[in-house]
C-alpha cells in the first residue's frame, strides 16, 4: 500500500503522531494486532528503513 500524497501531508512532529494514532486505531478496530516489531523498507534508497516496536500502555 502506498500513498505518496498522505504522507507527503505529514510535515509537523504533532501531524506524524495524528497520522500513527489514526493507523493503530485502524488496526484494533480491524482486529489486526499492531503490537510488536513492525519493519519498514523503504524503497527509495535515499531514504532509511525503519524498524519500530509497539507496546501497548496499561
Avoid at 34 to 50: F, I, K, Q
Amino acid at each position: 500500500m502506498s500513498d505518496d500524497s498522505a504522507a507527503d501531508a505529514v510535515t509537523t512532529s504533532t501531524e506524524f503522531e495524528a497520522a500513527l494514532g489514526r493507523i493503530l486505531t485502524a488496526a484494533e478496530r480491524n482486529d489486526i494486532n499492531p503490537r510488536g516489531s513492525w519493519v519498514y523498507d523503504n524503497e527509495d534508497e535515499s531514504l532509511a528503513n525503519w524498524e519500530v516496536e509497539i507496546y501497548e500502555l496499561e
